[in-house]
């Protein structure tokens, strides 16, 4: 059951890194030289770099929200190894005071 539980920790532990890969993807995206505007834009091109600018934070945001939820799943997992854990340690104390 443990080694289980293993498993599905290193399969969260995996998604969490390609959710990480992900969000510092649309990180650089914005720190990309297409991002840089100078101070001399029409109200129109504001606008759009401003709706752009919206997106990729929306983007970033919903990666993150990705990652926390991730975190909770493997924190379950640790618990519900850390119940099963205690659960044998019970079992094997009742075994050898018999």
């Known amino acids: 059951m443990l080694a289980a539980y293993q498993l599905d920790l290193l399969s969260?532990?995996?998604a969490q890194l390609r959710a990480v890969h992900?969000?510092?993807?649309?990180i650089e995206k914005l720190r990309g030289a297409k991002q840089r505007v100078g101070p001399?834009?029409?109200?129109?091109?504001?606008?759009?770099t401003l709706k752009t600018l919206s997106s990729e934070l929306a983007a970033i945001d919903?990666?993150?929200?990705?990652?926390?939820?991730?975190c909770k799943e493997m924190q379950r997992s640790i618990r519900e190894m850390q119940t099963?854990?205690?659960?044998?340690r019970r079992a094997l104390e009742t075994q050898t005071k018999r």
Not at 40 to 48: H, I, M
């Open 22 to 26: 992900h969000t510092m993807r649309c």
């Open 84 to 88: 099963q854990l205690s659960a044998l």
């Open 40 to 48: 001399e834009l029409t109200n129109t091109q504001r606008g759009d």
């Open 12 to 14: 969260q532990l995996e």
């Open 62 to 70: 919903k990666e993150l929200n990705v990652q926390h939820q991730s």
